[in-house]
């Protein structure tokens, strides 16, 4: 079953750096199609975080980054902030189900 | 500045025929390597990607192999929006529903603009 997995939460003290994984398989990630990542705060839609695995759009801080290996990704936040406090998503490609596959969803918490 | 605006009903009964539509400010429904595509979003199945519609050379679609037969996305030219039609809903459909915009990429389109979300219930 093609599923992208992420924890269901991480938390930090604010300044500290969190690892937000997400896991796929052969016919996702593993496939070499790129992950892409989205950030959703409370009561509004998902925002593009990071595209092409490791791509910011414009207006994104550099305090988020994304990396790909495998059939995995992960996306680093450094310099944890209050306003971090959000759902992450990840995304990508699934030639099983040939139609795009988002993440289980981790949510975010600043300690 | 690119803009989707989704309009539609937030309460449909079962076996009948969800309708919604996403107008598109500041951009061409018919914009080759744009793509324009619903997602929904539900406790139960979370961010769920359904379909899309999208011009390259002509018209195409692709829709989420649990939806085939079910859904269709049909884009309005002379409007500049795009639709989403699904038939016999039943409570497994109620959802908050996204218009989204889709851009190319060598491996895979993302997501980089979203409508604000319309609440969809199922319910009779």
């Known amino acids: 079953q093609s599923v992208l997995t992420q924890p269901p939460s991480v938390s930090g003290a604010p300044g500290q750096r969190v690892i937000i994984s997400c896991t796929g398989s052969?016919?996702?990630?593993?496939?070499?199609?790129?992950v892409h990542w989205f950030q959703q705060l409370p009561g509004t839609a998902p925002k593009l975080l990071i595209y092409?695995?490791?791509n910011r759009p414009s207006g994104v801080p550099d305090r988020f980054s994304g990396s790909k290996s495998g059939t995995s990704a992960s996306l680093a936040i450094t310099g944890l902030q209050a306003e971090d406090e959000a759902d992450y998503y990840c995304?990508?490609?699934?030639?099983?189900?040939?139609?795009?596959?988002f993440g289980t969803g981790t949510q975010v918490t600043v300690l | 500045q690119v803009q989707l605006q989704q309009s539609g009903p937030g309460l449909v009964k079962p076996s009948q025929t969800l309708s919604l539509t996403c107008a598109i400010s500041g951009d061409s429904v018919s914009r080759d390597y744009a793509a324009w595509n619903w997602i929904r979003q539900s406790p139960s199945r979370g961010l769920e990607w359904l379909g899309r519609?999208?011009?390259?050379?002509?018209?195409?679609?692709e829709y989420a192999e649990s939806l085939k037969g079910r859904l269709t996305i049909n884009p309005d030219t002379s409007k500049n929006q795009f639709s989403l039609q699904l038939n016999s809903v039943t409570p497994e459909d109620t959802g908050l529903y996204y218009c989204?915009?889709?851009?190319?990429?060598?491996?895979?389109?993302?997501?980089?603009?979203w409508g604000r979300g319309t609440l969809v219930t199922v319910s009779s």
């Open positions: 092409g695995n490791i």
């Open positions: 995304q990508s490609y699934d030639n099983s189900l040939s139609g795009y596959l």
């Open positions: 519609a999208y011009y390259i050379s002509k018209w195409n679609n």
């Open positions: 052969s016919s996702n990630i593993g496939a070499d199609y790129d």
């Open positions: 989204a915009r889709g851009s190319s990429w060598p491996r895979g389109w993302y997501f980089d603009l």
